[in-house]
């Protein structure tokens, strides 16, 4: 019997390659942002663009673009203007062995669930577009409006409502906000070395693969 029973996967940088659509998006909400607000807001780098990847992109842009509030709020509107009005959120490709790992862990009496910071609505359409829907027991992900939003809130939720028994649930992701909220919730994780993070993230990280292929073993041992 495996170690691991619940398998919850991030999708941004750990099931899709979602760097074009995303990059896209921010773009196109800064350059908005300075049109409407007639401000000069300088464009960020390739590397800090990257870094938009996976945190709520409110907290990215005060992070890296401006410290305000109401206007990061505004941001995440055009920026969704672009990314969900012009079909950006389909501007993503599945990393490789990804879709066979999902299918096979399914077929094997895994339970697979969803676990992302991205919107519900725009998380669900992604894995309805690659044809994934059926291999999941669950999506758990913020909704519009409402107050969870991290990473962290969006795993607890999870937690709480599955009534996981924790060691025998694992969090696979590419960033530090999926490590650091499985520790703090008491749970194990996968760093893939594959997406948007770096070692530097991983420091909490059980165990780090770097392809899917490695993922499968760590969960089939």
Not at 70 to 83: A, G, H, I, Q, T
Not at 97 to 115: H, P
Not at 197 to 203: A, L, V
């Given at each position: 019997?495996?170690?691991?029973?619940?398998?919850?996967?991030?999708?941004?940088?750990?099931?899709?390659d979602s760097a074009p659509g995303?990059?896209?998006?921010?773009?196109?909400?800064?350059?908005?942002?300075?049109?409407?607000?007639?401000?000069?807001?300088d464009m960020p780098n390739d590397k800090i663009l990257r870094k938009f990847i996976g945190p709520p992109l409110d907290v990215s842009f005060r992070k890296y673009c401006h410290d305000d509030e109401?206007?990061?709020?505004?941001?995440?509107?055009?920026?969704?203007?672009?990314?969900n009005g012009n079909e950006g959120l389909f501007n993503c490709t599945l990393y490789d062995?990804?879709?066979?790992?999902?299918?096979?862990?399914?077929?094997?009496?895994?339970?697979?669930?969803?676990?992302t910071a991205k919107p519900k609505e725009s998380a669900v359409r992604i894995i309805e577009h690659f044809n994934l829907t059926e291999f999941?027991?669950?999506?758990?992900?913020?909704?519009?409006?409402?107050k969870i939003k991290s990473k962290l809130d969006v795993l607890n939720e999870a937690i709480e409502k599955e009534n996981f028994e924790k060691s025998?649930?694992?969090?696979?992701?590419?960033?530090?906000?999926?490590?650091d909220a499985a520790k703090n919730l008491g749970?194990?994780?996968i760093a893939v070395r594959y997406g948007f993070?770096?070692?530097?993230?991983?420091?909490n990280a059980v165990y780090i693969a770097n392809n899917t292929k490695e993922i499968f073993d760590i969960l089939s041992e």
């Open positions: 019997m495996p170690k691991y029973y619940n398998i919850l996967f991030d999708l941004d940088g750990t099931i899709t995303i990059i896209n998006g921010v773009i196109y909400g800064i350059k908005k942002i300075n049109e409407v607000y007639n401000l000069n807001i109401k206007l990061s709020l505004e941001f995440v509107k055009f920026y969704r203007e672009d990314y062995g990804i879709y066979d790992l999902i299918k096979n862990l399914s077929e094997n009496d895994y339970r697979v669930f969803l676990v999941f027991n669950g999506f758990y992900a913020p909704i519009f409006g409402g025998k649930t694992i969090m696979i992701g590419d960033r530090i906000d999926d490590i749970i194990d994780s993070g770096n070692d530097e993230e991983f420091k």
